[in-house]
Nanobody, 127 residues
Framework: QVQLVESGGGLVQAGGSLRLSCAAS????????MGWFRQAPGKEREFVGA????????NYADSVKGRFTISRDNAKNTVYLQMNSLKPEDTAVYYC????????????????????WGQGTQVTVSS
């Protein structure tokens, strides 16, 4: 089992940047594929990006491709989401999630596959 705690959210102007962190408990962080999702008010939770166990594979939603970068540091049990060129439509609660998978290269995109979720961190982008 793993517990996830997000941090780094806040208020930023359009065009600005934020870096979210997700710290995981436990000593088996490297056995989890990780993902970031977001949920805006009145909308369903949506996929943002995901990274494989090794960190060598990533996948992004089209809406954030080229602006957001996901990375991980397995020694620090932490996954990051670097968000650049932020837009007002990026405003949402951002969640990290973990899925224990057997392969080092697998990137998990489907929300339904993730077993563990953080509590979320609010990102607000003003115009």
């Amino acid at each position: 089992q793993v517990q996830l705690v997000e941090s780094g959210g806040g208020l930023v102007q359009a065009g600005g940047s934020l870096r979210l962190s997700c710290a995981a408990s436990g000593r088996t962080f490297s056995s989890y594929a990780m993902g970031w999702f977001r949920q805006a008010p009145g909308k369903e939770r949506e996929f943002v990006g995901a990274i494989s166990r090794s960190g060598g594979g990533t996948n992004y939603a089209d809406s954030v491709k080229g602006r957001f970068t996901i990375s991980r540091d397995n020694a620090k049990n932490t996954v990051y989401l670097q968000m650049n060129s932020l837009k007002p439509e990026d405003t949402a609660v951002y969640y990290c999630a973990a899925d224990q998978v057997p392969g080092f290269a697998r990137v998990v995109v489907s929300m339904r596959e993730y077993d563990y979720w953080g509590q979320g961190t609010q990102v607000t982008v003003s115009s």
